[in-house]
């Protein structure tokens, strides 16, 4: 009896440290947006005021009002839901049919081919930024929408092959044989039998895209001047009636607004992108 007890409450105690441990990291994560949330509703003549309000006394929508009329945030969002939507397009249909390429066929110039691939993913984007922006140039692709757009795809590439590369290859391959066999030609058997069972591959690579493509600051912010996005205007908005001093207000409201596409697609798909990753991470 005497030992029962000691295991009730061994694990009671086990239970209550795992519940304090995830209160204490939920805390340290869901503080700083939630700093960021009250700092953009806050005016900025009470940004700075102690004791610290973590509830503004007078909230306003000033600054999202100040982001529409002077900074042009419906331009930033519309060409971000461009650029990122043809992206998703574009790397979803290339790589769906890349990774089906990779892990039906095999030969040693796919697998070459597929490292070479995976490897890009090792190089950091500033090793390439000098050379890749002369040839943007050259090109006529400089700060244009195209551009960004091939650059964007380039970027999610890697990941999406590996993902869905290793999705296929859990697929049965009798499945297009049993297919083969009732007269279905190669295109009906990868859009009618390999394409479906790929969906929640699909899904979850398309929802990490988003998500990567929304956070991308380097590309955007090197290889463009006229076009902005959501993620460089962060850094470009006016300095208001003091030109030294930083308008956290605006900063705090810009951040805010990417941070909550976010947010609604990591809180609706949360499921669906750890199943995912599970399903097409099993095997490199």
Known sequence: MKD???YKIYKGCVAAGRWFLFAVVAFLILFPVYWIFI????????LF????????????????????????????????VLIVGVTLVLSTCLCAMAAYGFSRFKSKAISIAFAFIIATMLIPEVVTARPLYEFMQKVGLYDTYPGLIILYVSAVIPFTVLILK?????IPLSLEEAASIDGATFLQRLFLVVLPLMKPAIATVCIINFITCLNNFFTPLYYSNGIQVLSVSIVQLPL??????VPWDLVSSMGWIILLPIIIFVA????????GIMAGGVKA
Not at 240 to 245: E, K, L, Q, V
């Open 4 to 6: 029962l007890n000691r």
């Open 39 to 46: 700092s953009s509703i806050t005016p900025p003549g009470e």
């Open 49 to 80: 005021k102690t004791p610290i309000d973590y509830i503004p006394d007078h909230p306003t929508l000033e600054s999202y009002k100040f982001l529409i009329e002077n900074v042009g945030l419906f331009d930033k969002i519309g060409n971000t």
């Open 166 to 170: 290793n999705f296929v290859g859990e």
């Open 240 to 245: 208001r009636d003091n030109m030294y001093g």
């Open 268 to 275: 609706i798909f949360e499921k669906q992108i750890m199943d």
